[in-house]
T-cell receptor, first 112, second 113 residues
Framework: SQTIHQWPATLVQPVGSPLSLECTVE??????LYWYRQAAGRGLQLLFY??????ISSEVPQNLSASRPQDRQFILSSKKLLLSDSGFYLC???????????FGPGTRLTVT | AQSVTQPDIHITVSEGASLELRCNYS??????LFWYVQSPGQGLQLLLK??????LVQGIKGFEAEFKRSQSSFNLRKPSVHWSDAAEYFC???????????FGQGTTLQVKP
């Protein structure tokens, strides 16, 4: 069966500090991978998605970036965090030919 | 452009009562439709999906949803709500040819004892 992991689970970072969130998927090959952000009391905003190694599409201009160094690894980064980067970050995966997405447990990021 | 509207931000029902959460979508072709549930501080869990065929789909935890093309709706229902159903519910539509999902803003369900 397939599983998706995210770490860390929670993170408190000062403004201006760097960020690295990691997502890994087990039990499948060549998944589509997605990063979402969920601000308090709001829906899900798609940040990035990837259909393969090194292939990243950005949905919203921002100070965040994403990378996919391996088939089942997806990393969300920032060089300098802003207060507005606080939120709940969710990683998801889907099979190449399906819209059905499966979500990880999320990372709660608080920028202070 | 595809969009999803969940008209109800908050809904409160008594335990044992029936539940219907509304979802309306905007999409030019036959949509792929989903309902997800999110408990506080957790990721999203897929409840059910509609791709084609029978317009009444059954999901996990006793939920069902009905696709009505004429009304552009995909409402979620449960005949008898349990206290553990209290959570946030998201409706989503698959964006054509991209594999991306467009989510509604969510409906928070509160269950009264």
């Amino acid at each position: 069966s397939q599983t998706i992991h995210q770490w860390p689970a929670t993170l408190v970072q000062p403004v201006g500090s760097p960020l690295s969130l990691e997502c890994t998927v087990e039990g499948t090959s060549n998944p589509n991978l997605y990063w979402y952000r969920q601000a308090a009391g709001r829906g899900l905003q798609l940040l990035f998605y990837s259909v393969g190694i090194g292939q990243i599409s950005s949905e919203v201009p921002q100070n965040l970036s994403a990378s996919r160094p391996q088939d089942r690894q997806f990393i969300l980064s920032s060089k300098k965090l802003l207060l507005s980067d606080s939120g709940f970050y969710l990683c998801a995966w889907s099979w190449d030919i399906s819209y059905e997405q499966y979500f990880g447990p999320g990372t709660r990021l608080t920028v202070t | 452009a595809q969009s999803v509207t969940q008209p109800d931000i908050h809904i409160t029902v008594s335990e044992g009562a029936s539940l219907e959460l509304r979802c309306n979508y905007s999409y030019g072709a036959t949509p792929y439709l989903f309902w997800y549930v999110q408990s506080p501080g957790q990721g999203l869990q897929l409840l059910l999906k509609y791709f084609s065929g029978d317009t009444l789909v059954q999901g996990i935890k006793g939920f069902e949803a009905e696709f009505k093309r004429s009304q552009s709706s995909f409402n979620l229902r449960k005949p008898s709500v349990h206290w553990s159903d209290a959570a946030e519910y998201f409706c989503a539509v698959g964006a054509s040819n991209t594999g991306k999902l467009i989510f509604g803003q969510g409906t928070t369900l509160q269950v009264k004892p």
